[in-house]
């Protein structure tokens, strides 16, 4: 009988970093894969990335929806609440062997949680990383709920087994979105921008900015000042530029309405926004823009791997590691964004780097899940038992 795994999946960028691993397990004898699909995937307004899974040929066994309006922090703690109880059910349903969890979104502790609870063994990708915002300490609750890891590198590791994660339930290192970038044809085509989005069609002839800009959410209240430093910033350099919609997270709604009125009342011919892309379609943008600009967790893994020079602005990624095309902007002011994009630009492509997995991940991973002995009670591993005398 093959192991069952089930994969959960909260949002666009979930899918980009574990559709490699999704394949590897489908295509192994011993394993059967199954998807849940969650958080904003089923979402219209977030492009129902959902469509571009089914579309890559998986089988979607479940949709779940948790999201409360507002994009508060009220709305993300009553949404956990939600989770817990909606994934429960789907667990009850397909009983899976394995469950798989990647990250640090809230959708992905409310399955934890709810795994956990079932008896349910949990695998999770890209554990014992550190970062800003509430993503922190999510990422470690859910390692801590975490049977096995997949941590994408070898200080991740350690961060996990000095958190008392035992060294042996350590499948491998590497983040599995290095797998895609590794095989993505880089060649970019107009045809990508023409089928999304709205604004300005993209020259690709020319140099062009990629930027992705979410909330922190320990800086609730702030986000919409950010963002208009950053849109002032892009407005003084004025290369034509391609921008992601936030996700959902607690002040995304502020983001959003201060785009829209920025790109009403400025008209800015050289802003071109996206709601949604194919993971491929995203690296081959990544991999081909002149400077990305922002505070994604893409910007740090997946463009080290190719060079692509990045102004990482704020803290929501504070504390992570950085290959060398990463130049930070912490104090998010639009003269500070400019002078880095334009000293990035200057610059050009670096060099490529493997810090966040060399390609082949995926495979590692799918062939761990095949012979883990899954268990669900977890211990504490000592790493020095002469503990010192507490006072």
Same mark, same amino acid.
């Given at each position: 009988?093959?192991?069952?795994?089930? &994969?959960?999946?909260?949002?666009?960028?979930?899918?980009?970093?574990?559709? @490699?691993? =999704?394949?590897?397990?489908?295509?192994?004898?011993?394993?059967?894969?199954?998807?849940?699909?969650?958080?904003?995937?089923?979402?219209?307004?977030?492009?129902?990335?959902?469509?571009?899974?089914?579309?890559?040929?998986?089988?979607?066994?479940?949709?779940?929806?948790?999201?409360?309006?507002?994009? %508060?922090?009220?709305?993300?703690?009553?949404?956990?609440?939600?989770?817990?109880? /909606?994934?429960?059910?789907?667990?009850?349903? %397909?009983?899976?062997?394995?469950? =798989?969890? $990647?990250?640090?979104?809230? #959708?992905? %502790?409310?399955?934890?949680?709810?795994?956990?609870?079932?008896?349910?063994?949990?695998?999770?990708?890209?554990?014992?990383?550190?970062?800003?915002?509430?993503?922190?300490?999510?990422?470690?609750?859910?390692?801590?709920?975490?049977?096995?890891?997949? @941590?994408?590198?070898?200080?991740?590791?350690?961060?996990?087994?000095?958190?008392?994660?035992?060294?042996?339930?350590?499948?491998? $290192?590497?983040?599995?979105?290095?797998?895609?970038?590794?095989?993505?044809?880089?060649?970019?085509?107009? #045809? $990508?921008?023409?089928?999304?989005?709205?604004?300005?069609?993209?020259?690709?002839?020319?140099?062009?900015?990629?930027?992705?800009?979410?909330?922190?959410?320990? #800086?609730?209240?702030?986000?919409?000042?950010?963002?208009? /430093?950053?849109?002032?910033?892009?407005?003084? $350099?004025?290369?034509?530029?391609?921008?992601?919609?936030?996700?959902?997270?607690?002040?995304?709604?502020?983001?959003?309405?201060?785009?829209?009125?920025?790109?009403?009342?400025?008209?800015?011919?050289?802003?071109?926004? =996206?709601?949604?892309?194919?993971?491929?379609?995203?690296?081959?943008?990544?991999?081909?823009?002149?400077?990305?600009?922002?505070?994604?967790?893409?910007?740090?893994?997946?463009?080290?791997?190719?060079?692509? @020079?990045?102004? =990482?602005?704020?803290?929501?990624?504070?504390?992570? /590691?950085?290959?060398?095309?990463?130049?930070?902007? @912490?104090?998010?002011?639009?003269?500070?964004?400019?002078?880095?994009?334009?000293?990035?630009?200057?610059?050009?492509?670096?060099?490529?780097?493997?810090?966040?997995?060399?390609?082949? &991940?995926?495979?590692?991973?799918?062939?761990?899940?095949?012979?883990?002995?899954?268990? &669900?009670?977890?211990?504490?591993?000592?790493?020095?038992?002469?503990?010192?005398?507490?006072?």
């Amino acid at each position: 009988m093959r192991r069952k795994i089930c &994969v959960v999946l909260a949002d666009r960028a979930n899918y980009g970093r574990l559709k @490699p691993v =999704m394949k590897a397990i489908a295509n192994h004898q011993d394993l059967e894969l199954q998807v849940l699909v969650t958080g904003t995937m089923p979402l219209e307004r977030f492009g129902k990335a959902v469509n571009i899974v089914e579309q890559d040929g998986f089988r979607v066994d479940g949709q779940i929806f948790v999201e409360l309006e507002g994009s %508060l922090p009220i709305t993300m703690a009553k949404s956990i609440g939600i989770g817990i109880i /909606e994934v429960a059910n789907e667990f009850q349903r %397909l009983n899976p062997d394995v469950v =798989m969890i $990647i990250g640090d979104k809230y #959708e992905a %502790l409310a399955a934890s949680i709810a795994a956990a609870y079932m008896n349910k063994c949990i695998v999770h990708i890209q554990g014992g990383e550190v970062s800003g915002s509430i993503d922190e300490s999510t990422r470690h609750a859910i390692s801590k709920f975490a049977h096995f890891h997949a @941590p994408s590198t070898k200080r991740s590791a350690e961060y996990l087994i000095r958190m008392g994660e035992k060294p042996e339930t350590i499948l491998t $290192i590497g983040c599995p979105s290095s797998d895609i970038a590794r095989l993505v044809d880089k060649k970019l085509s107009s #045809e $990508i921008f023409s089928q999304l989005g709205s604004g300005a069609i993209i020259d690709i002839s020319k140099p062009f900015l990629l930027t992705i800009f979410h909330p922190t959410t320990t #800086e609730f209240g702030d986000e919409k000042h950010q963002i208009e /430093e950053l849109l002032h910033a892009l407005n003084e $350099i004025r290369i034509q530029t391609l921008l992601l919609w936030p996700n959902i997270d607690a002040g995304a709604d502020h983001i959003s309405k201060a785009i829209r009125v920025f790109r009403n009342i400025r008209k800015p011919e050289w802003l071109y926004t =996206m709601t949604n892309v194919s993971p491929e379609s995203y690296l081959k943008i990544l991999s081909n823009a002149a400077c990305v600009i922002g505070n994604s967790s893409s910007f740090v893994r997946d463009a080290s791997y190719f060079g692509t @020079p990045v102004v =990482m602005i704020g803290s929501r990624q504070s504390g992570r /590691e950085l290959a060398e095309s990463v130049v930070c902007v @912490p104090n998010i002011r639009s003269a500070d964004i400019v002078k880095a994009i334009r000293n990035q630009l200057a610059h050009g492509a670096y060099k490529p780097s493997n810090l966040y997995g060399d390609g082949y &991940v995926s495979e590692r991973i799918a062939e761990s899940l095949a012979k883990i002995n899954p268990y &669900v009670q977890k211990k504490i591993s000592y790493v020095n038992d002469s503990s010192p005398e507490i006072k």
